[in-house]
C-alpha cells in the first residue's frame, strides 16, 4: 500500500511466468484497475497478451506501465505500436489507454502513475461501503510453523476486525490477528485493504471468497460441509490411482515399451504455487506415461507423506519447501524419492 495525494493505493503483484495463469486472472478478477507492466527492451510478450485477456475478462481499466526506458536497446515506440494491435491504442496516439514510462531502478515515472491511478480511481468512481459485515477474496494461503493456518485476503466490503467469525470456502475460525503487509498488527481492515489473517481451522483455497458469519457457530457449519464436499470430491478423484512407478525407474518402463503412471506427492509453500505446478505438471502428461496426483498441499514435507507416499509408490515433489528432520528420516528408512525444487522450469525439466 502507498499513499499518493491523501489516497491510499493497494497493489497485488502476480508473477510473470507462464505457469502463473490463473494467479494472473485472479488478480484481474480482485482488482479495480490492472496496471500492465511492459519493458521496454522486450515489448509485448506472449503473458503480456495474455494479461491483457484477462484484464477485458474482468472488465477492468488498464493502465499501461512501460518500464525500463532507461535501457540502452529500449524502444518504447515499438512497445505502443505492439499495444495498438491489441487494442490498447495510447492517449498520445488518439486512444484512450493511458501509458506511462518510467525506470523503476532511477525512480523515473514513479509518481507519474501514482497520480494516472488517482485519476482512473476518481473517473472510475470506485467506491466501496466500509459499513457492516466484511467480505472479500482469499489471495493467497500458506501453512505458518508458528502460527498455523495464514490467509492473505483483500476486502471489498464492509470492515474486518479481530474476533469477527468468518467463513473462506472450506476453512472457517475467529479472526485472531491482522497482520498488515508490513507485518505489523492491526485491529480492523477496510475496503482495498489485504491483511493476513490468522485464526482459520485450516488453509483456504487462492481465489475462495472469505465472509463474516453471524456467529461461530454458522462459519463452523458452512466451512464444515464445504470441507465434507470437498472430501467426497478428492476421493473420487483418489479412485484413479494406479500402481505408480518411481520417476527413475520410469525411463527403464518406457523403454521397454510399457505404459507408466508417475504417482506424485506435492508439496508447496502456497496456494498459488501448488496451483501453478499442478497445471504444468498435468501439461506433461503423454500416452505413454500419465501423471497422477495422490496428494497435494500446502507446508513442510511430514512424516505422512512418507506413509503415503510408501504405500501408492509415489515420489514426493516440494516445490519451496523441505522435509523435516523425522520425515528426512523416515524417508531414508523407507527408501522413499524426495525431490526438492525452487524454481519451476527446473521441477519440468526433470
Given at each position: 500500500q502507498?499513499?499518493?495525494?491523501?489516497?491510499?493505493l493497494?497493489?497485488?503483484?502476480?508473477p510473470?511466468?507462464?505457469?502463473?495463469?490463473?494467479?494472473r486472472?485472479?488478480?484481474?478478477?480482485?482488482?479495480?484497475?490492472?496496471?500492465l507492466?511492459?519493458?521496454a527492451?522486450?515489448?509485448?510478450?506472449p503473458q503480456t497478451?495474455e494479461a491483457?485477456?484477462?484484464?477485458?475478462?474482468?472488465?477492468?481499466?488498464?493502465v499501461?506501465?512501460?518500464?525500463?526506458?532507461?535501457?540502452?536497446?529500449?524502444?518504447?515506440?515499438?512497445?505502443?505500436s505492439q499495444?495498438?494491435?491489441?487494442?490498447?491504442?495510447?492517449e498520445?496516439w488518439?486512444?484512450?489507454?493511458?501509458?506511462?514510462?518510467?525506470?523503476?531502478?532511477?525512480?523515473?515515472?514513479?509518481?507519474?502513475l501514482?497520480e494516472?491511478?488517482?485519476?482512473?480511481?476518481?473517473?472510475?468512481?470506485?467506491?466501496?461501503?466500509?459499513e457492516?459485515?466484511?467480505?472479500?477474496?482469499?489471495?493467497?494461503?500458506?501453512v505458518d510453523?508458528?502460527?498455523?493456518?495464514?490467509?492473505?485476503?483483500?476486502?471489498?466490503?464492509?470492515t474486518?476486525?479481530?474476533?469477527?467469525?468468518?467463513?473462506?470456502?472450506?476453512?472457517?475460525?475467529?479472526?485472531?490477528?491482522?497482520?498488515?503487509?508490513?507485518?505489523?498488527?492491526?485491529?480492523?481492515?477496510?475496503?482495498?485493504?489485504?491483511?493476513q489473517?490468522?485464526?482459520?481451522?485450516s488453509?483456504?483455497e487462492?481465489?475462495?471468497e472469505f465472509?463474516?458469519?453471524p456467529?461461530?457457530k454458522?462459519?463452523?457449519?458452512?466451512?464444515?460441509?464445504r470441507?465434507?464436499r470437498?472430501?467426497?470430491?478428492?476421493?473420487?478423484?483418489?479412485?484413479r490411482?494406479k500402481?505408480?512407478?518411481?520417476?527413475?525407474?520410469?525411463?527403464?518402463?518406457?523403454?521397454s515399451?510399457?505404459?507408466?503412471?508417475?504417482?506424485?506427492?506435492l508439496r508447496?509453500?502456497?496456494q498459488?504455487?501448488?496451483?501453478?505446478?499442478?497445471e504444468?505438471?498435468r501439461?506433461l502428461?503423454?500416452?505413454?506415461?500419465?501423471?497422477?496426483?495422490?496428494?497435494r498441499s500446502?507446508?513442510?514435507?511430514?512424516?505422512?507423506?512418507i506413509t503415503?507416499?510408501?504405500?501408492?509408490?509415489?515420489?514426493?515433489?516440494?516445490?519451496?519447501?523441505?522435509?523435516?528432520r523425522?520425515?528426512?528420516?523416515?524417508?531414508?528408512?523407507?527408501?522413499?524419492?524426495i525431490?526438492?525444487?525452487?524454481?519451476?522450469?527446473?521441477?519440468?525439466?526433470?
Amino acid at each position: 500500500q502507498v499513499e499518493k495525494d491523501g489516497h491510499l493505493l493497494t497493489f497485488l503483484d502476480t508473477p510473470g511466468h507462464a505457469a502463473f495463469t490463473q494467479m494472473r486472472a485472479r488478480g484481474a478478477e480482485a482488482t479495480d484497475i490492472v496496471v500492465l507492466v511492459v519493458a521496454a527492451d522486450d515489448g509485448v510478450m506472449p503473458q503480456t497478451i495474455e494479461a491483457i485477456s484477462h484484464a477485458k475478462a474482468a472488465d477492468v481499466p488498464i493502465v499501461v506501465a512501460v518500464n525500463k526506458i532507461d535501457k540502452d536497446n529500449a524502444d518504447p515506440q515499438r512497445v505502443l505500436s505492439q499495444l495498438a494491435e491489441h487494442e490498447l491504442v495510447p492517449e498520445s496516439w488518439g486512444g484512450d489507454t493511458i501509458v506511462v514510462e518510467m525506470a523503476a531502478i532511477e525512480r523515473l515515472g514513479i509518481d507519474e502513475l501514482l497520480e494516472q491511478l488517482n485519476v482512473v480511481a476518481e473517473l472510475e468512481e470506485l467506491t466501496a461501503n466500509p459499513e457492516g459485515r466484511a467480505k472479500g477474496v482469499v489471495l493467497e494461503a500458506n501453512v505458518d510453523v508458528g502460527r498455523g493456518p495464514v490467509a492473505t485476503i483483500i476486502v471489498d466490503k464492509g470492515t474486518l476486525s479481530v474476533g469477527d467469525p468468518i467463513v473462506a470456502g472450506a476453512a472457517w475460525g475467529r479472526v485472531r490477528a491482522m497482520l498488515n503487509e508490513r507485518g505489523e498488527q492491526v485491529k480492523t481492515a477496510g475496503p482495498s485493504t489485504p491483511v493476513q489473517v490468522l485464526g482459520l481451522s485450516s488453509v483456504p483455497e487462492a481465489g475462495d471468497e472469505f465472509r463474516v458469519a453471524p456467529d461461530e457457530k454458522v462459519a463452523r457449519t458452512v466451512g464444515e460441509a464445504r470441507e465434507f464436499r470437498l472430501r467426497m470430491k478428492a476421493q473420487r478423484g483418489d479412485a484413479r490411482v494406479k500402481a505408480g512407478t518411481k520417476l527413475e525407474d520410469i525411463f527403464a518402463q518406457i523403454q521397454s515399451g510399457e505404459t507408466a503412471t508417475l504417482n506424485l506427492i506435492l508439496r508447496a509453500d502456497v496456494q498459488g504455487s501448488l496451483e501453478a505446478v499442478t497445471e504444468s505438471l498435468r501439461k506433461l502428461d503423454r500416452d505413454e506415461v500419465s501423471v497422477s496426483f495422490v496428494h497435494r498441499s500446502v507446508g513442510a514435507i511430514s512424516e505422512n507423506d512418507i506413509t503415503l507416499a510408501e504405500t501408492t509408490n509415489a515420489t514426493i515433489i516440494g516445490f519451496n519447501v523441505r522435509p523435516d528432520r523425522k520425515a528426512r528420516a523416515a524417508a531414508e528408512a523407507a527408501d522413499v524419492e524426495i525431490r526438492t525444487y525452487e524454481i519451476i522450469y527446473k521441477l519440468l525439466e526433470d
